[in-house]
């Protein structure tokens, strides 16, 4: 029987991985709450090992910080993910040429926000490589001399991208991509992620 969450994901007509250990699902779910500069969303990861299905859920945001919803790099708006699902859209490599995160590499879809409040508006769609990639909410995430606790405010950590509040629960995803590598290195070098609404 599959997790709850990977049964919701199916329920949209997404596609879940089910063959084989640690063949990674990775998703995120959106809050409801579209004023909020806070860590108010999830991401998450369901997998199995030795066949038996396991879900971790981290803290996090799926949506740009105020600063950048009022500070908007792009002409065109802030991005802002659109909820689907993006297969093959990510693989290992350098955040800003300065760590390991899962970065993009085929084209997303966002909404572009370009009223300049702080309130996240879900208009338009467009479809690129934007550089939404999925990091930690930290310049130095791998050191652990320097972790904290979860970060409250989102501020500049995301213009868009997918974003940890906590540097421990990046590095545990982390570690599970690089694991889905070694258990599978012909094939899993790229990594699909599903954004759901928030559902109850």
């Not at 038996?52 to 740009?64: E, F, L, N, R, S």
């Not at 792009?74 to 490599?93: C, D, E, F, H, M």
Request: hydrophobic share 35%; with cysteine.
């Amino acid at each position: 029987m599959l997790p709850p969450v990977l049964a919701h994901i199916q329920s949209l007509g997404h596609e879940v991985f089910t063959s084989g250990d640690y063949n990674l699902n990775l998703f995120g779910i959106r809050s409801s709450d579209y004023s909020s500069g806070e860590f108010n969303d999830l991401m998450g990861c369901a997998y199995k090992a030795d066949g038996q299905w396991i879900v971790a859920y981290w803290v996090a945001t799926t949506d740009p910080g105020t600063y950048y919803r009022e500070n908007p790099m792009n002409v065109n708006g802030t991005a802002i993910l659109v909820p689907g699902q993006y297969r093959s859209a990510w693989k290992i490599g350098k955040h800003r040429g300065s760590y390991d995160a899962l970065v993009q590499i085929a084209p997303v879809k966002v909404y572009r926000d370009n009223n300049l409040d702080s309130i996240l508006d879900h208009v338009g769609e467009e479809a690129g490589l934007y550089g939404i990639n999925l990091h930690a909410s930290s310049s130095q995430p791998y050191d652990e001399g320097r972790d904290r606790d979860a970060s409250e405010e989102v501020s500049r950590w995301s213009a868009g991208c997918q974003v940890h509040a906590t540097v421990t629960g990046f590095r545990e995803m982390m570690k599970l991509a690089n694991k889905q590598i070694a258990e599978h290195p012909t094939w899993a070098q790229k990594f699909t992620y599903t954004l759901v609404d928030q559902w109850w």
